[in-house]
């Protein structure tokens, strides 16, 4: 089964800006929806962001909205997420898992990363 593959992930202040990237080789991302996911400490994990399969359409939770951008490179199996502005309260390990079609809902993701962690913090 493909194997999705996080990095990007690190320490950044406040207003910092980080470009967390999802490797999925030999996933046509072009049938596969691209959800990010986050998980900080004590909390559930939540979903944010997604990129559809079939035709690229782009979701976001309302606590990202206008900060984070999706996106994806389909000849290199890559989806990206810039994240702009970053708060202190995005401070969480973040992944990204696919799932055949497209999204929302961001439900039903059965292939996932291990995870990159993100630290906001001045």
């Known amino acids: 089964q493909v194997q999705l593959v996080e990095s990007g992930g690190g320490l950044v202040q406040p207003g910092g800006s980080l470009t967390l990237s999802c490797a999925a080789p030999?996933?046509?991302?072009?049938?596969?929806?691209i959800g990010w996911f986050r998980q900080a400490p004590g909390k559930e994990r939540e979903g944010v962001s997604c990129?559809?399969?079939?035709?690229?359409?782009?979701y976001y939770v309302d606590s990202i909205k206008g900060r984070f951008t999706i996106s994806r490179d389909n000849a290199k199996n890559t989806v990206y997420l810039q994240m702009n502005s970053l708060k202190l309260e995005d401070t969480a390990v973040y992944y990204c898992?696919?799932?055949?079609?497209?999204?929302?809902?961001?439900?039903?993701?059965?292939?996932w990363g291990q995870g990159t962690q993100v630290t906001v913090s001045s």
């Open positions: 030999g996933l046509p991302l072009n049938y596969y929806a």
């Open positions: 898992a696919a799932r055949w079609g497209n999204c929302p809902p961001i439900l039903g993701f059965d292939r």
């Open positions: 990129i559809s399969g079939f035709d690229g359409s782009t």
